[in-house]
């Protein structure tokens, strides 16, 4: 009887913590790649391709032209794969499956309200060696003409200056005629912006599986931010705490301020 219900006990186990695997295989940097026949490829066009990046509860889809980040609400799992709902309604969502475990490649079925399903198929980073990769046409790539500039993403601040993002790293900020007024970019970070109302400049940076929200004012000759709030990815979930501190965006380091929240680990992308 105790042999029973000691195998009972472990399968219940086992049965858990795959259950729990299952759930997290969505997180990471998937890489679009392309299905032509029954092979998948990875097309160099000698730029960043698309990808989708899943930080702790946000999601990120970087496009050639242009990139959004959303916010997951709640997720659902059934034999269909993984569903990451951006809304309470369930009309909006990213749904995961794998196609090949094995050699991490996985549909990304993207629905936005009323709108019809894009289906895509992505690798994740860390197998993309194992997908074959091959020189892009003129039918799989676009111009620099078709492209124009860098920019990622940007927007209209409260005072009427804009705020970009350009090549994931790099911010700067132009008054109402384009002049310059500061430019800063982040060595092993990557920026978004945080479409809120403002004046101020709100960004999140991402440190591999963790990031920061936070929002610089200016002061003097500098940009500066009394508040930062702190994700950090655990295999338990996510860690959110947020600290008053003060923080110079000229002077900014990912390293040096996760140390202020007790936190002496190294994080790369």
């Known amino acids: 009887m105790k042999k029973i219900v000691f195998g009972l006990s472990l399968l219940s186990v086992l049965l858990s913590c795959n259950?729990?695997?299952s759930k997290e295989n969505y997180k990471g940097t998937w890489i679009k790649v392309q299905k032509r026949g029954n092979e998948f490829l990875i097309i160099d066009c000698g730029y960043k391709g698309e990808d989708i990046k899943i930080i702790n509860d946000s999601i990120f889809e970087n496009g050639i032209m242009e990139s959004t980040k959303e916010k997951i609400d709640h997720i659902?799992?059934?034999g269909r794969g993984v569903s990451l709902f951006i809304d309470k309604t369930e009309k909006s969502y990213y749904k995961f499956l794998f196609v090949d475990k094995e050699k991490g490649l996985a549909k990304w079925e993207i629905k936005y309200n009323d709108l019809p399903i894009i289906v895509r198929y992505f690798v994740n980073?860390?197998?993309?060696d194992k997908i074959k990769k091959i020189k892009g046409t003129n039918d799989d790539c676009i111009s620099?003409?078709?492209?124009?500039?860098?920019v990622n993403d940007s927007i209209t601040l409260t005072d009427g200056n804009i705020l970009l993002v350009e090549d994931d790293n790099c911010i700067s900020l132009q008054d109402k005629k384009e002049n310059l007024i500061f430019e800063r970019c982040f060595d092993n970070c990557n920026v978004k912006i945080n479409h809120i109302k403002t004046r101020g400049l709100p960004l999140t940076i991402i440190s591999g599986q963790n990031s920061i929200d936070i929002e610089f004012y200016k002061k003097g000759e500098?940009?500066?931010?009394?508040?930062?709030?702190?994700?950090?990815?655990l295999p338990t979930g996510e860690?959110?705490?947020?600290?008053?501190i003060e923080v110079s965006l000229k002077e900014f380091n990912f390293d040096s301020v996760i140390e202020q929240f007790g936190?002496?680990?190294?994080?790369m992308i």
Not at 125 to 128: G, M
Not at 144 to 150: A, E, N, Q, T
Request: glycine share 2%.
């Open 19 to 21: 259950s729990q695997d």
């Open 76 to 78: 659902k799992e059934d």
């Open 125 to 128: 980073e860390l197998s993309a």
């Open 144 to 150: 620099s003409d078709d492209v124009g500039d860098s």
């Open 222 to 233: 500098d940009w500066v931010s009394n508040s930062v709030t702190y994700f950090k990815s």
């Open 239 to 244: 860690e959110k705490n947020t600290k008053q």
């Open 263 to 267: 936190d002496n680990e190294k994080y």
